[in-house]
């Protein structure tokens, strides 16, 4: 019998600006985790509906189109899926950041890719 292989987690990114988006998810498949990409909190709430058990970390923008931001985004999945390791992002947040959850990570734009793979790192351990 052969041994069953286990899932591969997942990094979810969320991000409207396709360049900054492009370059979080370069970045996050230097892991071991399977890359996601969504444009809006919206996107990234239908697809943690489908396959949330499959996903290890966040990474989003504060700044997000429509209505759902990522400050809203990191509430939602604090409370809903509580194992997943958020870090919000941003160039200018304002007050939003204040009304983070405890369990979510801020980092300033412009981010290093370093911090964001250690951040991701983290999470994948967390999760295996």
């Known amino acids: 019998m052969g041994q069953a ?3 591969r987690m997942a990094a979810l990114v969320v991000e409207d600006d396709r360049m900054l988006r492009d370059l979080a998810a370069a970045v996050l498949e230097e892991t071991d985790l399977q890359v996601v990409e969504a444009e809006s909190g919206e996107e990234a709430l239908a697809y943690l509906r489908e396959h949330a058990e499959d996903v290890a970390f966040i990474f989003t923008d504060v700044q997000l189109p429509r209505l759902v931001d990522g400050v809203d985004l990191a509430r939602m999945v ?3 899926w509580p194992w997943i390791r958020m870090v919000v992002t941003s160039g200018g947040p304002g007050d939003r950041i204040d009304h983070l959850p405890r369990s979510a990570t801020y980092m300033p734009k412009p981010w290093r890719a370093l911090d964001v793979l250690v951040a991701a790192e983290q999470a994948a351990a967390r999760t295996a």
Do not use: C, L, V
């Open 5 to 7: 292989i286990a899932p």
């Open 78 to 80: 604090a409370t809903k």
